[in-house]
């Protein structure tokens, strides 16, 4: 059994992608992890406690995603198995290594924004090729829709096209006054919204 973790915190280094001898892609970073909170009295957020340093370990599609998408000083969210690996220095000295082998990555949207577009999918994208995540794009990632950082709305972008929640302009549960209490099927919203289905 593994213990498996979530920890937020900052990319201290950009990920470094290679490939094991199998051909499996694998990248690896260095996450540094401050305990914070918000101080009334200054109004601004103060350091409580030391900086936990992890190396953060990605396989497969995570691996290319992750070197394709992160960058020094980037806030993430990184989820993943605990591993505690002792070593030992050239003058003999005890060391231990904390690491996480991630199973989930992302940006800590409390710190700022992003905008997701979808890699490939397939064997050949698993094995790290042509899974740059550049490369791919869906209508989530285009740039062209914002969000309500308050509601989790997507807002209009003047275009007709994505104006009503069946994708054919028409809105497909009432007034712009529910927009936020769709009834229907989920299925039928995510399909609608260019998402597919959920599985």
């Given at each position: 059994?593994?213990?498996?973790?979530?920890v937020?915190?900052?990319?201290?280094?950009?990920?470094?992608?290679?490939n094991?001898?199998?051909?499996?892609?694998?990248?690896?970073?260095?996450?540094?992890?401050?305990?914070?909170?918000?101080?009334?009295?200054?109004?601004?957020?103060?350091?409580?406690?030391?900086t936990?340093?992890?190396?953060?370990?990605c396989?497969?599609r995570?691996?290319?995603?992750?070197?394709?998408?992160?960058?020094v000083?980037?806030?993430?969210?990184?989820?993943?198995?605990?591993?505690?690996?002792?070593?030992?220095?050239?003058?003999?000295?005890?060391r231990l290594?904390?690491?996480?082998?991630?199973t989930?990555?992302?940006?800590?949207?409390?710190?700022?924004?992003?905008?997701?577009?979808?890699?490939?999918?397939?064997?050949?994208?698993?094995?790290?090729e042509?899974?740059?995540?550049?490369?791919h794009?869906?209508?989530?990632?285009?740039?062209?829709?914002s969000?309500?950082?308050?509601?989790?709305?997507?807002?209009?972008?003047?275009?007709?096209?994505?104006?009503?929640?069946?994708?054919?302009?028409?809105?497909?549960?009432?007034?712009?006054?529910?927009?936020?209490?769709w009834e229907?099927?989920?299925?039928?919203?995510l399909?609608?919204?260019g998402?597919?289905?959920?599985?």
């Amino acid at each position: 059994m593994f213990d498996t973790l979530t920890v937020r915190g900052f990319a201290a280094t950009k990920p470094d992608l290679r490939n094991l001898p199998d051909g499996t892609p694998v990248a690896s970073f260095r996450l540094a992890s401050t305990p914070r909170r918000f101080d009334t009295e200054s109004n601004s957020w103060v350091d409580v406690g030391p900086t936990n340093w992890y190396t953060v370990t990605c396989f497969r599609r995570l691996a290319a995603n992750a070197a394709s998408s992160l960058k020094v000083g980037d806030a993430v969210l990184v989820m993943g198995r605990l591993r505690l690996r002792p070593w030992t220095t050239k003058e003999g000295q005890e060391r231990l290594t904390v690491e996480i082998d991630a199973t989930a990555l992302g940006p800590d949207l409390a710190l700022g924004t992003a905008t997701y577009k979808r890699s490939g999918t397939g064997s050949d994208s698993s094995r790290g090729e042509g899974s740059d995540a550049s490369q791919h794009s869906d209508d989530w990632g285009d740039g062209s829709r914002s969000v309500d950082p308050m509601t989790g709305e997507i807002l209009d972008d003047g275009n007709d096209e994505h104006d009503g929640r069946d994708g054919s302009g028409s809105d497909a549960g009432g007034s712009s006054e529910d927009a936020h209490s769709w009834e229907g099927d989920p299925q039928e919203l995510l399909a609608g919204a260019g998402q597919g289905s959920i599985s």
